[in-house]
């Protein structure tokens, strides 16, 4: 019976070691592992159920949708990201890791990121957006348009209701009421605001009637501006040839129409600002560029004239350099004939010793005078050789001299003085038409705003004729007050009869 008990202990223990047993808790871990390393990081979206928020900051809900539900825990270290407080009911998204919770086999998701469901879909649908049209170069500054200096029509895309289209053109008038403003009227907001919105853009462009866009409306929550993140809304803006301004909700919104226009504005009013220039800055800065210009133009013509006072200073005058050189030419030929005639005494006085030594010597005689006419005659050819010489030394002097004149030189310099003098002439008669017309343009705004159309119309302005104030209540007069009545043409002295205050 000892030696059967040992065997059956034998046989068990065998068994038992063939058989690999588990723990619950290596079971669970091994689990746990087994999840947590077959499920990347995923989203999940649900309804927020059974919600907990102990003292410990950490959070604990069920999320569930029609068919089926799972625990869920966010920890301190990422619920402080929240930008929202959740709520039993309210709809989520959730960014997720699959665990299982050891201390009780439950499966459960942690939560690592939490957004609202109905926003956290459009902005990420914003932002694969703006991503892809970044990709693809809609946003490079390379493309932008700069915005014209002075345009002379604006045009608004925008709810001819909403209070952005008042502010801009409030804006244009305060700052230059000469602007034409054009508005194409669409919806901003709705299901067919995008397709309105594209529309417009491609009307603008086609019409070609303004000179910079305007895009725009008041500020709203991603919703209401969603139809100004429309990718065909963004390639119309990129296609258009006018330079566009987005201004689209406030400082703090931004939009893919934002970053594909040419310009961003932080606000409508903002968007009039950087279309126009302030009227009276501008005109400061004509009137100093025209002072500059003036100021050119004058120190030009200073220098040219002084360049040329010293041209003429420093060039000797021609007749002094005539008289020098005939001078020259004279003492020159008085020096030839003064050697001339010492020659020729030179040979007289050899011929009368020859003469005074030989008596009678016809052919000495003879031979000496054929000589003297050698002589003579080779002495004529070099005088003439020698004045030849100095007529044409003469006249390559005198032709040195003519080129050396300024004439043409000086010829030129006045053509230029004169063709300056023109061209200074007729900048300033352009600048100061410009001018009249500015000037006839501000005449013709006064006047339409002017009281005197409105006592053209048979009203009158009433005023007591020692202070000067305006009467606009019967009881600030009494019977017997004299009173001034002025009227279109002329005024009236008038005594008060009777005061009805009715």
């Given at each position: 019976?000892?030696?059967?008990?040992?065997?059956?202990?034998?046989?068990?223990l065998?068994?038992?070691?063939?058989?690999?047993?588990?723990?619950?808790?290596?079971?669970?871990?091994?689990?746990?592992?087994?999840?947590?390393?077959?499920?990347?990081?995923?989203?999940?979206?649900?309804?927020?159920?059974?919600?907990?928020?102990p003292?410990?900051?950490?959070?604990?809900?069920?999320?569930?949708?029609?068919?089926?539900?799972?625990?869920?825990?966010?920890?301190?270290?990422?619920?402080?990201?929240?930008r929202?407080?959740p709520?039993?009911?309210?709809?989520?998204?959730?960014?997720?890791?699959?665990?299982?919770?050891?201390?009780?086999?439950?499966?459960?998701?942690i939560?690592?990121?939490?957004?609202?469901?109905g926003?956290?879909?459009?902005?990420?649908?914003?932002?694969?957006?703006?991503?892809?049209?970044?990709?693809?170069?809609l946003?490079?500054?390379?493309?932008?348009?700069?915005?014209?200096?002075l345009?002379?029509?604006?045009?608004?895309?925008?709810?001819?209701?909403?209070?952005a289209?008042?502010?801009?053109?409030?804006?244009?008038?305060?700052r230059?009421?000469?602007?034409?403003?054009?508005?194409?009227?669409?919806?901003?907001?709705?299901?067919?605001?995008?397709?309105?919105?594209?529309?417009?853009?491609?009307?603008?462009?086609?019409?070609?009637?303004?000179?910079v866009l305007?895009?725009?409306?008041?500020?709203?929550?991603?919703e209401?501006?969603?139809?100004?993140?429309?990718?065909?809304?963004?390639?119309?803006?990129?296609?258009?040839?006018?330079?566009?301004?987005?201004?689209?909700?406030?400082e703090?919104?931004?939009?893919?129409?934002?970053?594909?226009?040419d310009?961003?504005?932080?606000?409508?009013?903002?968007a009039?600002?950087?279309?126009?220039?302030?009227a009276?800055?501008?005109?400061?800065?004509?009137?100093?560029?025209?002072?500059?210009?003036?100021?050119?133009?004058?120190?030009?013509?200073?220098f040219?004239?002084?360049?040329?006072?010293h041209?003429?200073?420093?060039?000797?005058?021609?007749?002094?350099?005539?008289?020098?050189?005939?001078?020259?030419?004279?003492?020159?030929?008085?020096?030839l004939?003064?050697?001339?005639h010492?020659?020729?005494?030179?040979?007289?006085?050899?011929?009368?010793?020859?003469?005074?030594?030989?008596?009678?010597?016809?052919?000495?005689?003879?031979?000496?005078?054929s000589?003297?006419?050698?002589?003579?005659?080779?002495?004529?050819?070099?005088y003439?050789?020698?004045?030849?010489?100095?007529?044409?030394q003469?006249?390559?002097?005198?032709?040195?001299?003519?080129?050396?004149?300024?004439?043409?030189?000086?010829?030129?310099q006045?053509?230029v003085?004169?063709?300056?003098?023109?061209?200074?002439?007729?900048?300033?008669?352009?600048?100061?038409?410009?001018?009249?017309?500015?000037l006839?343009?501000?005449?013709?705004?006064?006047?339409?705003?002017?009281?005197?159309n409105?006592l053209?119309r048979?009203?009158?302005?009433t005023?007591?004729?020692?202070?000067?104030?305006?009467?606009?209540?019967?009881?600030?007069?009494?019977?017997g007050?004299?009173?001034?009545?002025?009227?279109?043409?002329?005024?009236?002295?008038?005594?008060?009869?009777k005061?009805?205050?009715k």
């Amino acid at each position: 019976m000892a030696v059967q008990s040992t065997s059956n202990q034998t046989s068990a223990l065998a068994n038992r070691a063939v058989k690999d047993v588990y723990p619950v808790s290596r079971l669970v871990r091994e689990a746990r592992v087994l999840l947590e390393g077959s499920f990347p990081l995923l989203w999940v979206e649900g309804e927020i159920s059974n919600l907990a928020m102990p003292a410990s900051g950490h959070i604990y809900f069920t999320l569930k949708d029609e068919a089926a539900q799972v625990r869920c825990a966010m920890f301190r270290n990422r619920n402080n990201q929240l930008r929202f407080t959740p709520e039993n009911g309210m709809q989520v998204l959730l960014r997720v890791r699959v665990s299982l919770y050891e201390g009780r086999g439950e499966f459960q998701l942690i939560v690592e990121h939490m957004e609202e469901a109905g926003s956290g879909a459009l902005q990420r649908a914003y932002e694969a957006l703006k991503h892809r049209l970044g990709q693809e170069g809609l946003f490079d500054q390379a493309h932008k348009k700069a915005l014209p200096i002075l345009p002379k029509s604006i045009g608004i895309i925008s709810s001819p209701d909403g209070a952005a289209v008042h502010d801009i053109v409030s804006v244009l008038k305060r700052r230059f009421p000469a602007v034409d403003v054009i508005l194409y009227p669409v919806a901003v907001q709705g299901e067919s605001s995008a397709g309105q919105l594209v529309a417009a853009v491609k009307l603008a462009d086609q019409r070609h009637d303004c000179d910079v866009l305007i895009i725009g409306r008041g500020g709203g929550s991603l919703e209401d501006l969603w139809s100004f993140n429309d990718e065909q809304l963004a390639r119309a803006i990129f296609a258009c040839e006018l330079p566009i301004i987005s201004a689209v909700g406030h400082e703090i919104d931004f939009t893919i129409c934002d970053f594909v226009a040419d310009v961003r504005a932080p606000t409508p009013s903002a968007a009039a600002e950087l279309a126009v220039p302030e009227a009276q800055q501008y005109m400061l800065s004509f009137q100093r560029y025209q002072q500059q210009l003036t100021q050119i133009i004058r120190q030009r013509l200073i220098f040219e004239q002084s360049h040329l006072k010293h041209l003429h200073r420093a060039l000797p005058r021609p007749e002094l350099i005539l008289r020098q050189q005939t001078q020259w030419l004279t003492q020159q030929k008085r020096l030839l004939d003064s050697a001339w005639h010492h020659q020729l005494l030179n040979y007289q006085q050899k011929l009368d010793y020859l003469s005074v030594r030989l008596k009678h010597p016809k052919a000495q005689i003879e031979k000496q005078q054929s000589v003297l006419r050698s002589l003579s005659h080779r002495l004529q050819t070099a005088y003439r050789t020698h004045q030849k010489s100095i007529n044409q030394q003469f006249s390559s002097l005198q032709f040195r001299l003519q080129r050396q004149v300024p004439l043409s030189q000086l010829r030129e310099q006045q053509n230029v003085v004169q063709t300056l003098s023109k061209q200074n002439h007729r900048l300033m008669r352009q600048q100061l038409d410009k001018a009249r017309q500015f000037l006839a343009q501000r005449v013709r705004t006064l006047a339409a705003v002017s009281p005197l159309n409105t006592l053209d119309r048979g009203y009158s302005i009433t005023s007591k004729p020692d202070s000067g104030e305006v009467i606009t209540v019967a009881s600030s007069v009494t019977p017997g007050d004299s009173i001034l009545v002025r009227l279109y043409q002329g005024q009236l002295s008038c005594e008060v009869k009777k005061v009805d205050e009715k």
